[in-house]
């Protein structure tokens, strides 16, 4: 039978592929030509492989290791690399401690370069910058408004107060004029929408806390989804060739900006919601994993990201 080496494998676009890992106590490694991650079991050793053609992107947890082959191997898939506390957060960086976000894409530029080139041609420009902020925010209010219509079966979710609170939003970004205050914007939004769910699911009352320091389930599980979705949002950005330094809302010096950008699109839509319902049905941070996995997979979150970024460039650098 003949061996396929990675790079014949990779035929299934990036936002079309299915996978997205975090791996702890386990070793990650090259066996037999497969990408594979080997746990133990007494004195047996247990190997699984790892699709990597049909891979966005690897959070590696607590107790793992990888060897360069292994990497050298995910850089040729285009798998993005991310180093990671338990239970996906906080995120890690090679040479920092800690940081806010910091992902290790593949070293290849053999990528498109269109939309750089159309990035690029605005970026410098505060008013289209401030054009594709709001294209962005708009496209987040469409997600918030599709997906949560849908879990009145899931919860008693009021979607009259819902739809208030998404039309309040859409005329207050009508109304502003700066990055700033679509900031504000957006804070009053997803305040909003803590309370309405935690109230929906029964949760009690609830304040978001930052930087991983809430010791609440609904607080530590926003911060788990909140990093897949920061992590398909880094495959976004390497897959379409964006520096991650470009960003239009979270600021010209902010590390890893447009990752996060990115990945407010979706993130309230489908994270936000499941981390209250898996902290009330009393998920493990496996189970809420899954949920959260297989709620990205079904919205088409990757393709949703890709497309919304395609357009804003096109549309802004007219």
């Known amino acids: 039978m003949k061996h396929f080496s990675s790079s014949e494998l990779k035929t299934i676009i990036h936002s079309k592929r299915a996978n997205l890992y975090y791996l702890e106590h386990c070793r990650v490694l090259v066996n037999g030509g497969r990408v594979e991650y080997v746990t133990e079991e007494g004195a047996q050793s247990l190997y699984w492989n790892i699709p990597i053609a049909n891979t966005t992107c690897m959070l590696l947890g607590t107790g793992t290791s990888i060897t360069q082959a292994a990497m050298r191997e995910l850089g040729k898939a285009g798998v993005s690399v991310g180093f990671c506390g338990g239970d996906g957060s906080p995120l890690y960086t090679a040479g920092e401690m800690q ?12 990528r498109p370069t269109e939309y750089l080139q159309q990035w ?3 970026w410098f420009d505060d008013e289209k910058r401030f054009q594709a902020a709001i294209l962005f925010q708009n496209q987040r209010i469409k997600e918030i408004s599709k997906h949560w219509k849908v879990l009145e079966k899931e919860c008693s979710l009021d979607l009259e107060e819902l739809s208030a609170i998404l039309e309040t939003s859409q005329s207050d970004l009508l109304a502003c004029s700066s990055q700033t205050e679509i900031l504000s914007v957006e804070a009053r939004m997803t305040k909003k929408l803590y309370r309405q769910i935690a109230q929906s699911v029964g949760y009690g009352s609830f304040t978001r806390a930052k930087q991983g320091t809430g010791i609440d389930l609904a607080n530590k599980y926003l911060d788990h989804g909140n990093y897949l979705a920061y992590g398909l949002a880094a495959t976004t950005c390497w897959v379409l060739g964006l520096p991650h330094s470009l960003a239009v809302l979270h600021g010209k010096t902010r590390r890893g900006g447009l990752v996060f950008d990115v990945a407010d699109i979706v993130k309230d839509a489908l994270v936000l919601p499941q981390a209250f319902i ?30 919304t970024v395609q357009a804003t460039a096109k549309t802004v650098s007219k």
């Open 278 to 307: 898996g902290a009330m049905e009393g998920d493990s941070p496996q189970e809420f994993r899954q949920r959260c996995l297989s709620n990205l997979r079904k919205a088409n979150a990757l393709d949703v990201m890709i497309e």
């Open 99 to 110: 940081c806010d976000i910091s992902w290790m894409s593949p070293q290849s530029e053999y």
């Open 120 to 122: 690029a041609s605005f």
